[in-house]
């Protein structure tokens, strides 16, 4: 079985920073994209940014300049560095990989998510 597991949210002030980690665990075979997306509350799941394997990446506009996404291979893990934090980013954070994963039969890739981790800037 393949887990990603989030920590890092919180509560902080109107121009605070937080900092994401993200790590995938189980019979991972190896991992292409990562991610960061939230969830709003009444709003629809949306991407926050990206990540490949090789490092490119792309943000929403909505967090382009504040928010850097990275990742270490070795480690299984995604980051999300949040700075100049608004109430407008107050949502839930879910961690996304696309991971192949070995199982009885042999490989399969499938798309995984987080549990979520709870993002609340208070103004």
């Known amino acids: 079985q393949v887990q990603l597991v989030e920590s890092g949210g919180g509560l902080v002030q109107l121009g605070g920073s937080l900092r994401l980690s993200c790590a995938a665990s189980?019979?991972?075979?190896?991992?292409?994209?990562m991610g960061w997306y939230r969830q709003a509350p009444g709003k629809q799941r949306e991407l926050a940014a990206r990540?490949?394997?090789?490092?490119?990446?792309n943000y929403s506009d909505s967090v382009k300049g504040r928010f850097t996404i990275s990742r270490e291979n070795a480690k299984n893990t995604v980051y999300l560095q949040m700075n100049s934090l608004e109430p407008e980013d107050t949502a839930v954070y879910y961690c996304?990989?696309?991971?192949?994963?070995?199982?009885?039969?042999?490989?399969?890739?499938?798309?995984?998510w987080g549990q979520g981790t709870q993002v609340t800037v208070s103004s």
């Open positions: 189980g019979s991972i075979a190896s991992i292409s994209d």
């Open positions: 996304n990989a696309y991971i192949v994963a070995w199982d009885t039969y042999g490989v399969k890739g499938d798309d995984y």
């Open positions: 990540i490949t394997r090789g490092g490119s990446t």
